[in-house]
């Protein structure tokens, strides 16, 4: 059974369409289970001054897509890099365990998105945290780490 919050962000979410002159932008997911997840992000002096998305699946990753820019809009990008999975699933009052991995498709969106601002502004990303390469601590979604 969802939440309260999962079913009113999944029934009217938020901050879900495209930005056409995104900064950044991630695509995550596994078409396998069929959740998939677009970020696009603009930056203005390493802030992150809007974020939109676009999920396609399950209640629970369409829910997360919408509860995910209210998290991040307003931070830094170094801010942005510590948000989890937990907090997400917290701001959402959570989920069952088995639909936790949509809410890490937020985590590793965000990620995914500043990972292609860096890209596209010749910033080196090496050092970033779960994204840099060989890590072995991410999932491998954003194609950027070999995890």
Do not use: W
């Not at 399950?58 to 931070?75: D, H, I, T």
């Not at 999975?85 to 809410?103: E, H, I, R, Y």
């Not at 990620?111 to 860096?118: H, L, P, T």
């Not at 890209?119 to 050092?127: A, P």
Request: glycine fraction near 12%; charged fraction near 20%; include cysteine.
């Amino acid at each position: 059974m969802h939440s309260e919050k999962v079913t009113d962000n999944f029934n009217h979410p938020h901050n879900v369409e495209d930005i056409l002159d995104a900064d950044g932008i991630g695509e995550v997911g596994d078409p396998g289970c069929g959740d998939i997840m677009r970020i696009y992000i603009k930056v203005v002096n390493d802030v992150i001054v809007d974020i939109k998305s676009n999920a396609f699946g399950r209640c629970a990753a369409a829910a997360a897509s919408s509860m995910a820019p209210e998290l991040v809009k307003g931070k830094t990008i170094g801010q942005a890099l510590q948000l989890t999975n937990k907090a997400v699933a917290d701001a959402l009052d959570s989920l069952p365990p088995a639909k936790m991995n949509c809410f890490v498709l937020v985590e590793e969106g965000i990620r995914a998105a500043i990972v292609d601002y860096y890209e596209r502004n010749g910033v080196d990303f090496s050092g970033m945290d779960d994204c840099s390469p060989g890590c072995g601590d991410c999932c491998g979604c954003c194609g950027h780490c070999g995890g």
